[in-house]
């Protein structure tokens, strides 16, 4: 994904330069959506309850942890889950599984992550509901699907909508292209639970009511070695080693501050866009340490120097949000 436009930061005069396309954007928007009201086009089920976690903005929220740990609470409360994703960046065309040794630049790097971490079966394509599909079809004990991102995607019809917002992400809260919103604000207010990544700003959350709104955070945990997955460190093991970090993610200064606040001092810091291609000249040369995030491990583990280290992030999220995402999945009839 390429970086985000400096102007969608704050209502200046380049982003107002974009409000008439902006204005077509948003008709186009509210016109489809309304087609799918009218059953004008049609939502398709797939026979299993599904869950969508997205945003209405463009860039890294924090979806995919939470579909990582959504799919752990499912599966400790006796739910078997499947997961469907686009498969952003990947080659792949039409539907296919996806493995923990697949091949990022095929599947996307959120896929490969999906399913090194959740111990689901994982399916890619464009086309979610026959991506869905094509899970079911091999995994026919899946009684849940979750879609990481695919909000905007209503042809598969979903029981459960999880927006995860990001004041940082929401900008000048314009919609695009003269702002990174891929839908109104007020779109909050009809999905059924909300997730904040850190503080709602007071006028977002007055535009979410009924809709119940839970804080969330990525915790760090212990770092392993990118070539030797089950050495572990405390981040105090490191001692007074030289660090430098890279990350090619949404938002890559949240994961430099993260460091910091666990007391490294970061010797250098190297920000790529979200879903980055990497390729060896974009790592740091020498023999200091090198710290990349758990997305960005996945495309560096073939060329990566042995001194890289991965530093996985969880998402943590009080419990009466998956009591109350419970309640609604065994309330749900999915035909």
């Known amino acids: 994904m390429p970086t985000a436009p400096r102007f969608w930061k704050r209502r ?6 974009f409000l008439p396309l902006s204005l077509v954007f948003r008709v186009g928007v509210s016109f489809r959506r309304w087609l799918y009201r009218l059953q004008i086009l049609r939502a398709r089920r797939i026979g299993v ?15 995919t942890p939470v579909v990582l740990w959504l799919a752990e609470r499912l599966q400790q409360s006796g739910r078997r889950p499947g997961i469907v994703s686009r498969g952003y960046a990947g080659t792949a065309k039409g539907t296919e599984a996806v493995l923990k040794t697949s091949d990022p630049k095929r599947s996307g790097d959120e896929p490969v992550l ?64 003269a702002g990174p919103l891929r839908e109104p604000l007020r779109r909050l ?85 979200d879903h980055h291609v990497f390729s060896a000249d974009d790592l740091p040369r020498g023999t200091d340490v090198i710290v990349v995030t758990e997305k960005d491990a996945v495309k560096l583990s073939s060329f990566a120097p042995e001194q890289t280290w991965v530093l996985p992030v969880d998402a943590e999220i009080r419990n009466e949000a998956f009591e109350y995402i419970l309640e609604r999945l065994n309330g749900c009839k999915a035909a």
């Open 114 to 177: 999906l399913a090194r971490r959740s111990g689901c079966p994982v399916w890619v394509g464009r086309d979610r509901v026959a991506a869905a599909r094509a899970l079911l079809q091999a995994h026919p004990e899946i009684d849940v699907i979750l879609t990481d991102d695919g909000l905007q995607h209503y042809r598969l019809a979903r029981d459960i909508e999880i927006v995860v917002v990001d004041n940082h992400q929401l900008g000048n809260r314009w919609l695009l292209p």
């Open 12 to 17: 200046g005069l380049a982003a107002a330069f």
């Open 189 to 273: 207010n009809s999905c059924d639970l909300v997730l904040a990544h850190g503080d709602l700003q007071p006028e977002v959350r007055a535009l979410c009511p009924p809709v119940p709104v839970y804080r969330m955070q990525l915790m760090p945990t212990a770092f392993y070695q990118l070539c030797q997955p089950l050495r572990r460190h405390a981040p105090s093991e490191f001692g007074t080693t030289r660090i430098r970090a890279l990350a090619g993610i949404g938002r890559p200064e949240r994961f430099f501050d993260t460091l910091r606040e666990l007391g490294f001092e970061l010797a250098e810091t190297r920000a790529f866009p």
């Open 49 to 63: 309850p599904v869950i969508v976690v997205g945003n209405i903005a463009v860039g890294g929220s924090g979806k």
